[in-house]
Each structure stands twice: as structure tokens, then as C-alpha cells.
């Protein structure tokens, strides 16, 4: 299990989801930092000295010691290491990500409501990490709140899936996670509205109804994946609607929302989709972007 550091809170706030999923796996957890020196920007007039490379060296260690003692002191048994690198921030988290179960970064919220901030280190990550990437915020819930009728000490996992073709990566750990947790899974595909006006789009053209159908069809894709994980309570839903939209109200009750990203390159740069997108952005809680084919 990985995170990325650098000091901020909602860093901090992933090294500690990451050290509760550690704990929760029996994994050790690895606190990576890294940095650009000299940092891109720098004006050239203005030469770096000897000096202020050992003042960040100084102060990375310093930052990467208090994070593992916060953490430590949440989970005294935990296993926990520290690196520190001078290198490209992105590089050095995809590596990361490579290694580990998982990586879990932090991301600044938009607001007060809910969403997250995806800067060009996070998004150059996910959209190179062939890992599942959890995003992050501040401040942290702790664990989430049981509802009536539940014993587990998380909410809900919600992960949304094409049911015309989903990913067995993406289900493995939605499923995977929710047997950890103990918790709830959700198995989410969203019909998008129709684009003619006064259509019913829970119908098809031929007006039988494709929401029933498509729930069919998701108990069917789901009944190998409960049958291997006959611990994990996975029901199965239809929603009509903006798919990024849904899937980020329906987080709004859960602990954790799973999307995919699907691995292709692009001239542009990194690719995460845009269903994956809308979700970081307006998701309230951490969200897990789970590469496949």
C-alpha cells in the first residue's frame, strides 16, 4: 500500500485512508515524496545553492517523519517506510502506484459541498498508473456511519460499470475492497436520458422497458462475482440519468465510489474519460479509478 506526501492536508488525509486500507489487507504502508529540482519555474537569474537543495532535503524528511507518526500512532502495529526523491512528482507516483495494491494521493476539494480538485500531477498519475489511484480530500470522514440494520463499520462501496462490457478489473476490486471493508457493495450502471424531447428514457424505442431489462442483465454479470465473494452483500442497480451525475449522488450515502479508466494513448496526453472526470469532480467521497482493457 502507497500514498503520496507533501505535507499538505489532503495528502496527510490519503497517507491515513491508505494506512486503513493497509491495516485492513495486513500490508505495510510506503510514504513516497517527490519533488522537481530545481522546481520548474525557477527563474534562471536566480540560481539554486548548495544550500537550498540540504533545506528541502531537511524539511522533506522532516514532513515524511511527522506524517508516519501520525500514522503510527493511528495504527501502532503498521509497518510504514519513507522515501524521498528529488524527481519528477509524476513519474514518481505512477512507479509507485506499480508496486503497491494501491496508490492514494490527496486532491483539493472545490467547495464546501463536495468535488475534487485534479491537478496536473494527479491527473498525469491516474492516466499513467496501470494501478487503481484513490483520490483523496480534506477533511477525512472517519470511517463512515453505519446505517439501521448494518453491522459494518463502512458505508457503502458504489461502483458503476457498462454492463454491455464490463471490466472484470474493475469488478474484482469494487469486490475486492467491500469484502475487506466487510461493507455493502453497489453495482451501478446509469442509462443516459434520451436525447428526444418527451422520451421516456427508462423505455427503448420499441417502449418496453430498459431499465428492467439492464437490471437483468447486472444481476446476471454479478451472480459469478457473488458467488466468489459470498461474504460481500452486491445488489445491482439501474439509473437513468447523466452517468457521472448519478454515480456522484449515489456516493453521496457510500465510502468510497469505484470507476474505470479505460488504457489507451492519446496524443494529448493522459485520458481518463469524461463519466471518470464529472465523478472526481463532484464526488463527496474518495474516489478509486481502477485501469483495464
Known amino acids: 500500500m502507497a500514498a503520496g506526501v507533501d505535507g499538505s492536508p489532503e495528502s ?7 494506512a486503513d486500507e493497509a491495516v485492513l489487507r495486513h500490508l505495510p504502508l510506503h510514504l513516497v515524496y517527490a519533488e522537481d ?3 520548474i519555474g ?5 540560481p ?11 524539511w522533506s524528511e522532516q514532513m515524511l517523519s511527522g506524517a508516519a507518526a501520525t500514522v503510527r500512532e493511528r495504527h501502532p502495529s503498521l509497518a510504514v517506510s519513507t522515501r524521498s ?3 519528477r512528482a509524476r513519474a514518481t507516483l505512477a512507479a509507485e502506484a506499480s508496486g503497491a495494491e494501491l496508490l492514494a494521493i490527496g486532491s483539493r476539494g472545490l467547495g464546501r459541498v463536495a468535488g475534487f480538485l485534479l491537478g496536473s500531477v494527479g491527473l498525469a498519475t491516474i492516466g499513467s498508473a496501470e494501478r487503481p489511484v484513490v483520490l483523496v480530500r480534506a477533511p477525512r470522514p472517519q470511517g463512515g ?11 457503502d462501496v458504489v ?10 478489473a474493475l469488478l474484482e476490486f469494487a469486490f475486492d475492497v467491500a469484502a475487506h471493508r466487510g461493507c455493502p457493495l453497489r453495482v451501478v450502471h446509469i442509462w443516459p436520458l434520451s436525447p428526444v424531447p418527451d422520451t421516456d428514457p427508462s423505455h427503448g424505442a420499441d417502449g418496453r422497458p430498459v431499465v428492467a431489462e439492464v437490471e437483468h442483465a447486472l444481476n446476471g454479470l454479478l451472480e459469478p462475482w457473488r458467488q466468489k465473494y459470498p461474504s460481500v452483500d452486491a445488489v445491482g442497480q439501474a439509473l437513468v440519468g447523466s452517468p457521472g451525475e448519478q454515480l456522484a449522488h449515489c456516493a ?17 496526453g493522459p485520458h481518463i474519460g469524461a463519466i471518470t472526470h464529472a465523478v472526481i469532480h463532484h464526488s463527496p467521497v474518495p474516489v478509486a479509478v481502477v485501469a483495464h482493457e
Open 12 to 18: 496527510l488525509a490519503a497517507a491515513a485512508w491508505a
Open 37 to 39: 529540482w530545481p522546481p
Open 42 to 46: 525557477r527563474e534562471t537569474s536566480a
Open 48 to 58: 539554486y545553492r548548495v544550500g537550498d537543495f540540504e533545506r528541502q532535503q531537511r
Open 85 to 87: 526523491v528529488a524527481a
Open 145 to 155: 456511519t453505519p446505517s439501521q440494520n448494518r453491522t459494518s463499520l463502512y458505508r
Open 159 to 168: 461502483v458503476g460499470v457498462d454492463v454491455g462490457r464490463a471490466s472484470d
Open 252 to 268: 453521496a450515502d457510500a465510502d468510497l465510489v469505484v470507476v474505470g479508466r479505460r488504457v489507451r494513448s492519446s496524443p494529448l
